[in-house]
């Protein structure tokens, strides 16, 4: 029996992407469905939470990051551009973004219409791995999208003109994320139950092992 795993994600999320690797190698290796649901990142849904943090959040983030990366022979660097744009001195939000509204909705149309853990892996790798300067330009994400199965030209007609929409979209993913008992992300959400952080990725494993996941 095919077990089903939701997996919120943000793609500016450094752990997200971090978790993206095991994830995709968890359903090649079991009897496993994975199904990507895009939440908008902390920094859009409480514009207000950079500058209200402590100031060493950030430095022990960028820390953390590059470590775990290196520990798990991921590469990371943060992006050029930041998908998110923020004012690094002040951490003030601007009500307009470039990038991230785009990313999330064309997140949610692949998931809805072909594989969307493929997506997530070919473009978060494209963004975060460090290799790509200024990915938002000329056929970067194009050919991320291509690598995984998808027309990007198609993906963005789907959601042009339908901002509301998505925008609705990615609020029932967040509902379901808080349903499943939390917030934040990369949360994997099993039976209901929130598995979060890439570090618990195991245990949700282990959860669906003693449920009868199968290896293929």
């Known amino acids: 029996m095919t077990h089903n795993v939701d997996l919120f994600y943000s793609y500016r999320s450094p752990y997200s992407y971090l978790a993206t690797g ?7 290796e079991y009897d496993l469905a994975v199904n990507v649901r895009p939440v908008y990142p902390i920094a859009i849904r409480n514009p207000d939470f950079f500058s209200a943090i402590n100031p060493l ?18 590469p990371i660097s943060w992006p050029s551009p930041d998908p998110v744009a923020m004012n690094n001195v002040t951490r003030e939000i601007p ?6 509204h785009r990313l999330t909705h064309l997140g949610i149309a692949a998931s809805e219409t072909g594989d969307g853990l493929a997506f997530t892996d070919e473009v978060s ?7 790509t300067k200024d990915w938002h330009e000329g056929d970067h994400l ?9 027309d990007l030209a198609h993906l963005d007609s789907l959601i042009e003109g339908q901002f ?19 917030w934040g992300v990369p949360t994997l959400a099993y039976n209901n139950e929130a598995f979060f952080g890439q570090d618990r990725i195991d245990t949700c494993v282990w959860r669906m092992s003693n449920d009868g996941l199968a290896a293929r």
């Open 22 to 28: 095991r994830i995709v190698d968890l359903r090649r």
């Open 57 to 74: 959040w950030i430095p022990y983030l960028l820390k953390d990051i590059m470590r775990v990366g290196e520990m798990n022979g991921t």
């Open 95 to 100: 009500k307009e973004q470039p990038h991230i």
């Open 125 to 131: 790798r494209m963004i975060w791995n460090g290799d």
């Open 142 to 150: 194009a050919r991320a999208a291509e690598r995984a199965g998808f």
């Open 164 to 182: 509301e929409t998505y925008t609705q979209k990615v609020g029932e993913n967040q509902a379901a994320l808080e349903a499943s008992g939390h």
